[in-house]
């Protein structure tokens, strides 16, 4: 039941990304001109299928020549499809372990993608430039550590890598973000009235919340539950919220009258009611923010008879919603700008990637994904 839906799933799943991620333009089953060897037979042949059983590796896919095995797929999301196997029922797991693995392989063979290129365009400098800061990088793990690379290395063998793998998975990272920060790279000309269109359509990013600080004396109704009727057990809280209020309204301390009348340990009565900087609709009695956004520094409110209790609250302090004026807005402005046209300028080069590229599924890479995933939920369950 679940394994044939599964295979559907991720039938679809295989069928778009080898038409082109994200949109890109379909990539060519073989380069041109080149000889009809990759027919389903020949692929077939190419990669064999395993007996039924346990597989322990198998190829997924060819990247331009490169194979992507089905390790290369599982291993990065091994701990969540455990996770989701233990907690999850059959059908859940079946769908949350087709959306990880056809996410995953869809990362693979981006990722393949642009390390190909990258090795390609790279200089020998660059490249080298690039192993310094990966050794670097390594250096100061291993003196976070304890400086052993024998104890790191065992460590991470224990966890199913190891120091090598660490460091060429560490490599392949470095070089994806130096070749797409470099396709990315762009300086377009940003016009006050892009900025201003901007600054409008998004006015509620340069805006903040008006904060209010206070203190709340609560008297709620469940604390006076002794009192047979409820209508009594109100009227109590209302009459012990008034008592307070009068010693407050004499002179004694807002906070110390809060901490001796308190009568349940909710609303910070051991912080003497004390509710700093909070943002309008933080406080679950809408009444009680009301009153204290009204009140001038230092003001005491009357009993304010709430949904859960009766309270008086002391306004501290309000600061005001404030807008940053256009003016100071467009450095900030014209970065995220720059940013979005980066990014859009790194995306279509990687489409173009996508329409060049040779992508060859293993003809089997249905079942096999399938037998794999489900090796783990029978292994968790």
């Known amino acids: 039941m679940g394994s044939s839906r599964m295979g559907g799933w991720m039938a679809a799943a295989i069928a778009a990304l080898v038409a082109g991620c994200a949109g890109a333009e379909a990539p060519r089953p073989v380069a041109a001109g080149a000889a009809q060897t990759t027919t389903a037979t020949a692929a077939a042949e190419a990669y064999p299928l395993p007996e039924d059983g346990q597989i322990v590796d198998a190829v997924a896919v060819t990247v331009n020549g490169e194979v992507i095995t089905l390790n290369d797929v599982f291993f990065p999301i091994r701990r969540q499809l455990r996770d989701a196997a233990g907690a999850a029922s059959r059908e859940q797991y079946i769908a949350e372990a087709s959306k990880l693995v056809s996410d995953e392989l869809k990362l693979r063979i981006r990722e393949a ?60 990272g470095y070089l994806q973000d130096f070749y797409v920060h470099g396709q990315g790279v762009a300086d377009p000309n940003i016009g006050r009235r892009e900025l201003w269109q901007y600054y409008q359509s998004h006015r509620g990013d340069f805006t903040s919340a008006p904060k209010i600080t206070m203190q709340i004396l609560a008297m709620p109704f469940n604390a006076f539950e ?35 009348a308190a009568v349940s340990t909710a609303y910070r009565s051991a912080q003497g009611g004390l509710w700093e900087a909070m943002a309008p609709g933080s406080f679950r009695e809408a009444a009680v923010e009301e009153a204290a956004l009204k009140g001038e520094p230092g003001q ?53 990637l996508y329409s060049r590229a040779v992508i060859i599924p293993n003809p089997a890479l249905d079942r096999l994904i399938r037998q794999r995933a489900m090796q783990v939920y029978e292994q968790e369950s």
């Not at 090795?119 to 020998?124: A, G, Y």
């Not at 003016?327 to 279509?348: N, P, T, V």
């Open 113 to 172: 993608l642009v390390l190909q290129e990258a090795e390609r365009v790279f200089s020998d400098a660059q490249k080298a430039y690039i192993d310094q800061v990966v050794e670097d990088h390594i250096r100061r793990k291993v003196l976070a550590e304890g400086g052993s690379r024998q104890q790191m290395d065992a460590r991470l063998r224990a966890e199913g890598s190891s120091l090598e793998q660490a460091t060429r998975t560490l490599r392949r």
């Open 226 to 260: 002794a009192e047979a009727d409820p209508q009594r057990a109100r009227q109590a809280a209302i009459d012990a919220a008034a008592a307070a209020l009068e010693r407050i309204r004499a002179g004694e301390d807002f906070g110390d009258v809060v901490r001796d």
């Open 300 to 352: 005491v409110s009357d009993v304010i008879i709430g949904e859960t209790g009766a309270f008086v609250v002391k306004t501290l302090a309000v600061v005001q919603s404030r807008t940053v004026p256009f003016e100071q807005a467009q450095r900030e402005i014209r970065e995220i700008l720059r940013d979005q046209a980066s990014g859009r300028l790194a995306a279509q080069h990687i489409q173009d």
